[in-house]
């Protein structure tokens, strides 16, 4: 288990989570929670403290940039690269690339194929390790 | 009515006075010449109805008298009064159209009755005369008031006065309300170069008098009749004139020809008048219709744009609703996939159709997405060549595997529009992948950018716009086909392979922009697309 990273996955479609921890972790390169609120998410985030978070934009209650700026405020976990997850945003706004910056944040189409997730969460990762 | 006169041309008093008497009496106006010149003085001040005349007379010959009278009084009657008879002078009265040919010495009384039928003859003629030339002139005025083109209008009116005339040359000129000067419009018989370089100023000439004074000036072989017209609209100012000369038979004009060719003058500036305003009314309607096809095709843009939008409202909470499930889909065959039956060749391939479709239905979502996309622009200046320049790029690997020729035609300078350039990419690449789906094997995408001025009326004020054209030599749009292409989900194209959203996106991205989209499409030859934008300041 050593070497894995850490991946929280915020979203409320409970399928969703389920399919993508199955899939990021049968790569043996992660260790994947899943939350299916915002609430439960932030909670999750504070106890684990992962290496980085998969947050979908649109669920009901707390939405995901409501999530993450509560998490921005929170000195202990302010620093853990975020990726957004929508399903509104398209790939080709995005000029072709699976991931977008928007106001300094990355953004994801779904649906996502999970090799192209991999490449991206590594990519994050590898800036993060990098600064 | 008027006494009939006649005119007595004898060298003999006593024959003279005999007639003068008897014609007196039966209430004729007479009057007498002791010779030809002093008859040809006196027909000239009156126009006789009958002349009776001598022919052995000295200084004039009484048939000289005749035809002279003859010439300028055409209706004039001839009893011819001889004391020599020759075959000859006989023969010669009667060419000539006397009515009788009487020897002296003769009797009075016979002479009366023979008179006495001479002029009833000459009332019948006459009247039958003015009843044609009425019949004629009222056709000509019906002729000149049913053409309205300018043109031939005018050539009509000169040729009416021509024949009503019988002159051989003449012209109508008119007045050119700025400079005042006089034009020719049409001219018969005149040498062109004359014709061309004829512009009367109204301050000279005996035209002026007879334009400005609207009477007729008259020289003895030319007519010059100003065109003033009889309605009410003109107060009576003079349109132009129409300038007549030149008798076919060297005779001068006669008075009735006179009156008829001017109050064909004022028929003929009547018609001018009423050209000059069906004209404009015509123009004015052209304009309507014009304005009301501007209208209709407003309003189709509106409802087009309409539909658009709705589309564009759905697509935001549609895209949610179908992407999450097409997300869980991809998620779980990636799982069987990965695990249940990894490295299974048949499996891989379920897997690939199951991911296909997933693909499509995400692509549909995703050009939903660009109308709603397209009514929140970011707009900035963006340099029109260089855009599609770069949305060429996205495609040129595409056109060379397909031997499809890429040209361009660029001004030199930049052309700037306001665009939000990520969504306005979007519509040019739109449309050249549509070229190049309608080119398969090969063919030619022609870019061209034009600057084509103020062709767009924008709540009063006149903009600029850059018309940008996307041409291909491709399979074509049937005409059925031609009125759908813009709504959304219209495609031909095989299932998985046209979403029917890329003309709707690029139509209300357009629209967004102020701009338009519009088609031009040959079967078989290709087809155009024609953008227009507002040029930036
Ligand atoms: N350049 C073209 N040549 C021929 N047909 C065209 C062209 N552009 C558009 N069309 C027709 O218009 C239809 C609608 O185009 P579009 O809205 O872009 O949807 P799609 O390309 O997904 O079918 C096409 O399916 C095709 O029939
Ligand atoms: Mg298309």
Redesign the interface.
């Known amino acids: 288990m050593i070497g894995r990273k850490k991946i929280l996955v915020i979203d409320d479609e409970e399928d969703f989570c389920f399919f993508l921890k199955k899939n990021l972790e049968n790569t043996g390169e992660f260790i994947v929670f899943t939350a299916g609120t915002g609430e439960d998410g932030i909670r999750l985030c504070r106890l684990e403290k992962p290496d980085l978070i998969l947050l979908d934009v649109m669920m009901p209650k707390m939405s995901g940039p409501d999530v993450a700026e509560i998490l921005r405020e929170d000195t202990g976990i302010n620093n853990i690269p975020l990726i957004f997850l929508t399903a509104v945003v398209t790939k080709e706004e995005i000029g072709g690339a699976p991931i977008r910056e928007i106001g300094g944040q990355n953004y994801i189409a779904k649906p996502i194929e999970i090799e192209n997730l991999v490449k991206t969460i590594n990519k994050v990762l590898q800036e993060k390790a990098a600064l | 009515m008027d006494k009939q006169k006649i005119l007595v041309v004898d060298d003999e008093a006593i024959i003279r006075q005999l007639l003068t008497r008897s014609l007196l009496k039966e209430g004729y106006e007479v009057e007498t010449a002791e010779d030809g010149n002093i008859a040809l003085e006196k027909a000239k001040k009156t126009s006789f109805n009958l002349l009776i005349t001598d022919l052995k007379m000295p200084k004039k010959d009484g048939m000289e008298v005749l035809k002279e009278v003859k010439r300028t009084n055409p209706y004039v009657e001839l009893i011819i009064l001889t004391g020599y008879p020759t075959i000859e002078t006989a023969v010669e009265a009667v060419r000539i159209g006397a009515f009788d040919f009487i020897c002296k010495p003769f009797d009075v009384q016979a002479m009366l009755t023979t008179i006495k039928q001479c002029l009833e003859k000459q009332k019948y003629q006459i009247k039958h005369i003015e009843l044609s030339e009425l019949m004629t002139f009222a056709e000509i005025t019906r002729l000149i008031t049913s053409v309205f083109e300018l043109e031939p209008l005018f050539n009509r009116i000169l040729d009416s006065a021509l024949s009503i005339t019988k002159a051989k040359r003449g012209s109508l000129m008119l007045i050119d309300p700025k400079t005042r000067a006089l034009n020719v419009k049409a001219a018969r018989g005149l040498d062109k170069n004359i014709i061309r370089n004829t512009e009367i100023n109204l301050n000279e000439d005996i035209s002026d008098k007879a334009v400005q004074g609207k009477e007729q000036a008259l020289t003895s072989s030319t007519l010059n009749i100003p065109l003033v017209s009889i309605s009410s609209r003109s107060k009576g100012n003079a349109l132009g004139m129409l300038n007549i000369s030149d008798k076919v038979s060297e005779e001068s004009f006669t008075e009735r020809e006179k009156t008829l060719v001017f109050v064909l003058a004022g028929q003929a500036a009547v018609a001018i008048e009423n050209a000059g305003l069906y004209l404009q009314l015509q123009e004015n309607i052209d304009g309507l219709r014009k304005v009301i096809a501007q209208l209709n095709d407003t309003q189709n843009q509106l409802i087009q744009t309409e539909k658009l939008a709705a589309v564009g409202h759905l697509a935001?909470g549609i895209?949610?609703e179908?992407?999450?499930p097409?997300?869980?889909?991809?998620?779980?065959v990636?799982?069987l996939n990965?695990?249940l039956c990894k490295n299974d060749n048949a499996s891989d391939e379920v897997v690939g159709k199951i991911?296909n479709s997933?693909d499509r239905a995400?692509n549909i979502?995703?050009d939903l997405?660009?109308f709603s996309?397209a009514s929140k622009l970011e707009l900035k200046l963006v340099d029109l060549g260089k855009l599609l320049d770069e949305a060429a790029a996205l495609v040129a690997s595409r056109a060379r595997l397909s031997n499809v020729e890429i040209e361009k035609n660029f001004p030199k300078e930049n052309v700037r529009v306001n665009a939000d350039e990520?969504v306005l990419r979007?519509v040019f690449f739109n449309l050249y992948t549509n070229a190049l789906d309608a080119m398969p094997k090969e063919g030619r995408l022609k870019l061209s950018i034009s600057l084509n001025g103020k062709n767009k009326e924008n709540n009063g004020k006149k903009e600029n716009f850059v018309t940008v054209e996307v041409a291909d030599t491709g399979k074509g749009i049937r005409e059925e086909e031609l009125s759908n292409i813009f709504n959304p989900f219209f495609t031909t194209k095989e299932p998985g392979k046209g979403t029917g959203l890329g003309l709707s996106i690029a139509h209300l991205i357009l629209e967004r922009h102020n701009g338009r989209i519009d088609v031009k499409s040959k079967v078989n030859e290709g087809t155009t697309f024609v953008v227009k934008l507002p040029q930036a300041a």
Do not use: D, P
């Open positions: 935001f895209a949610h179908i992407r999450n097409l997300g869980i889909i991809l998620g779980g990636e799982l990965n695990t991911k997933i995400n979502i995703v997405l660009k996309r990520t979007q």
